[in-house]
């Protein structure tokens, strides 16, 4: 009979012990040839970030970089700007190129965005992340104790609670996913589908984003796990093995919204969407912000985007579609591919549409530092949000609680994990609907004040209820029944690290 890891599970928790494929910083050359460091963003640092802050909890993750960074080392070096402490997982060149560029972003990421084409599984990579998992597992083991509880994240590591069994590891161990996950018949496309089901369920809790995700998690186990029975109703539902039981639930995150709507409301905001306004005056701007990424639905926007000018001929002068692309990901061919399409697409629309004092299409291939992202978010009176697939999307939430006036609108693809939450408020689109898109930009360059204030308020009270510390607590709750302020609040110091903000450079 299998051994459950949950063996401490009499222990009182002391400490939140964070584990992802990324720490949450990015590194640089100095001039000097020194290191430095800078906060990291992007969706999972910007959820966690607030969450270990000042609580003296421990984020395990690789640097990004081959090989070790030694001014990370001893273990409890922490940061007064930072509040927790990093420990680094080693990985060298082939690591890198299989486990990561490899099987989670050739083979993990596109199935379960429903992108079967573009998957490439490759027994070594599947080989790669095995040792990966593996490594993260050991540095677990070797830097935490019985009292701690280890929440893994994402894709990247779902063998981890396997590998910390074979350890004889006696923490509680959750696991959250923050992208889709896929439907039966997608998932059965995955040759190594059992053994990643079967690591799955090694963990005590498993979270994911939509009832959707959960719903087809269940699905899988119900078909393809012998005895496997589920129980119960609501948020949490009790999975039934043979051999033990599992808690699986929807836990929609979310991100810090009283500190993206008080921090766009500081003069140095306010300057900087002055400016742009100034730049681009007399019209609406439409913003898309995303990384780099097939799944984020950017060329079937701007597609959708000049049959909106084709279409609308009154919107041409009046509108101004602001698209940020955050390199990312740039060793793998099918990045390129997208950027090259892109740029060859907003080329042509510029080219046909141009006027005098007019651009239909800005666009930015680069990441933004955070007063500039804030104030293109203060600025643009519509958000243009059209990913053919997306766990959360944590952009259309920013942009909401940056939207002070509660004077603008957001369109959102239905298909985007947040659209269940968002619903009442944005217009949601289905973003393989190229007219559909066009008349959802219409409708909203031509919707009366009233209700795009109403539209605003709706979406902005929801996501200033269901926060990020909701979800922390929502998720705390169901594993430990604990919230976060069972953990105490400390403070690091660590002089030799220099933190800066900017946007989009972990992904």
Excluded at 99 to 121: A, I, Q, R, T
Excluded at 236 to 245: A, D, I
Excluded at 445 to 457: G, Q
Aim: glycine share 6%; aromatic share 12%.
């Amino acid at each position: 009979m299998s051994q459950t890891i949950n063996n401490g599970a009499d222990l009182e928790i002391k400490r939140l012990v964070v584990v992802s494929n990324r720490l949450p910083i990015v590194l640089t050359k100095g001039p000097k040839g020194e290191w430095l460091v800078k906060r990291g963003s992007g969706g999972l640092v910007t959820a966690l970030a607030p969450v270990l802050r000042d609580r003296g909890g421990l984020w395990i993750g690789w640097t990004g970089k081959e090989g070790r960074a030694d001014f990370l080392e001893p273990s409890d070096s922490g940061t007064k700007q930072i509040g927790y402490n990093l420990k680094q997982v080693i990985l060298n060149e082939d690591d890198i190129n299989h486990y990561y560029y490899g099987f989670s972003n050739e083979v993990l990421w596109p199935l379960f965005h429903d992108m079967l084409s573009k998957c490439d599984f490759n027994p070594e990579f599947w080989r790669a992340y095995r040792r990966v998992n593996k490594k993260f597992a050991k540095v677990i083991w070797r830097n935490t104790k019985k009292d701690d509880y280890i929440w893994v994240h994402d894709y990247h590591l779902m063998l981890v609670a396997t590998e910390l069994k074979r350890l004889d590891m006696k923490c509680r161990v959750g696991f959250f996913l923050h992208i889709p996950f896929p439907q039966l018949d997608i998932f059965l496309k995955l040759p190594w589908r059992f053994q990643i089901l079967r690591g799955l369920l090694e963990y005590d809790l498993i979270g994911f984003q939509t009832v959707r995700d959960r719903s087809n998690f269940i699905q899988c186990v119900r078909s393809l796990i012998r005895g496997a029975r589920v129980e119960g109703r609501g948020q949490v539902c009790k999975l039934s093995m043979p051999e033990r039981q599992i808690r699986v639930g929807n836990f929609p995150i979310s991100i810090d919204y009283d500190a993206f709507a008080s921090q766009s409301a500081t003069k140095e905001v306010a300057d900087e969407a002055w400016y742009i306004h100034e730049n681009l005056p007399n019209r609406k701007i439409i913003l898309g912000i995303d990384r780099l990424d097939y799944t984020k639905g950017i060329v079937l926007r701007l597609k959708a985007f000049r049959n909106a000018l084709e279409r609308y001929p009154e919107l041409r002068g009046k509108v101004t579609l602001v698209q940020v692309v955050v390199p990312s990901r740039e060793g793998i061919h099918d990045y390129m591919d997208i950027k090259m399409e892109i740029e060859r697409l907003v080329g042509e629309i510029n080219g046909r549409f141009t006027q005098s004092g007019w651009v239909p299409i800005y666009y930015l291939h680069r990441s933004l530092m955070r007063r500039e992202l804030l104030a293109y978010y203060r600025t643009a009176e519509i958000a243009l949000i059209t990913p053919l697939k997306d766990g959360m999307n944590l952009v259309s939430k920013e942009y909401c609680a940056c939207s002070l006036d509660e004077n603008s609108v957001v369109i959102l693809s239905e298909f985007a994990g947040a659209a269940p939450q968002l619903y009442r408020g944005a217009i949601l689109v289905n973003p393989y609907d190229m007219e559909g898109v066009a008349d959802a930009i219409y409708q909203a360059f031509i919707i009366d004040k009233d209700e795009r204030k109403s539209r605003m308020r709706k979406l902005r009270r929801s996501i200033q209820k269901y926060n990020i510390f909701w979800w922390v607590d929502s998720f705390l709750n169901a594993a430990i029944t604990k919230s976060l302020d069972s953990f105490p609040a400390l403070d690091y110091y660590m002089p030799h690290v220099e933190i800066g903000d900017e946007f989009g450079k972990l992904a």
